[in-house]
């Protein structure tokens, strides 16, 4: 018998830490990647145990529309409801003011909007995603409407950070977003505001939103593995 990868034992904690943050009644933003897919299942298994009852969730891609429905989680719209109590989410990049980078996954926008509106946000990240500056590690992801990427591309390098349009893998040609847009990854030397880089990015015309999370965070659950043992601590 294999041993289980500890990697993905550490993300399930996470997820599972995670998902016991949710309570009866409440309506559920569902974010995307990795780690939220162990949060999205863990949520449902509660659902089918009973521990849970009346959750609706609001997918954040199509990717957590497509877990929410495998783990039996009702889903709704933001056309249907006027407030989220708790959306869970994961990042690519956490700085000690708990602002993120996200849209490693291109799920950015969707999941601005949900994790923004959400009473609760939860972040669950591994701890190789802590950094002491957003875009240390990680470019900021910047979606675009098509027609727009070479104007913006130019605007973007005027601002100092180094496009690269998202290419797909096992697809020929770029990522193409939920919403049928295309990413852009700015990778920049240093970013000393990201409040204003946020806002500044978002100002260029042609560009839908960026990946700089800023002032929304209330908790950051972290999983580490140490010594062999994962383990799920709060920032
Ligand atoms: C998707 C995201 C993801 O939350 C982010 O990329 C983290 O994913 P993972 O948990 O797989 O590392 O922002 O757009």
Sequence with gaps: MT???PVKVMKQEVGKAAAALVQSSSIVGLGTG???AYAIQFIGDRLKSGELKDIVGVPTSFQA????KQYGIPLTTLD???HIDIAIDGADEVDPQKNLVKGGGAAHTREKVVDYLAERFIVVVDGGKLVDRLGAAFPVPVEVIPMAVNPVMQAIKKLGGK???RMGVRKAGPVITD???MVIDVTFDTIENPVDLEKILNNIPGVLENGIFVNCVDKVLIGEVIDGQP???EM
């Design 3 to 5: 041993a289980a990868d």
């Design 34 to 36: 990795s780690t939220t």
């Design 65 to 68: 529309e497509v877990l929410a």
């Design 80 to 82: 249907a409801i006027d």
């Design 163 to 165: 496009p690269e349009l």
């Design 179 to 181: 919403q049928g847009n």
């Design 231 to 233: 383990t799920v601590r």
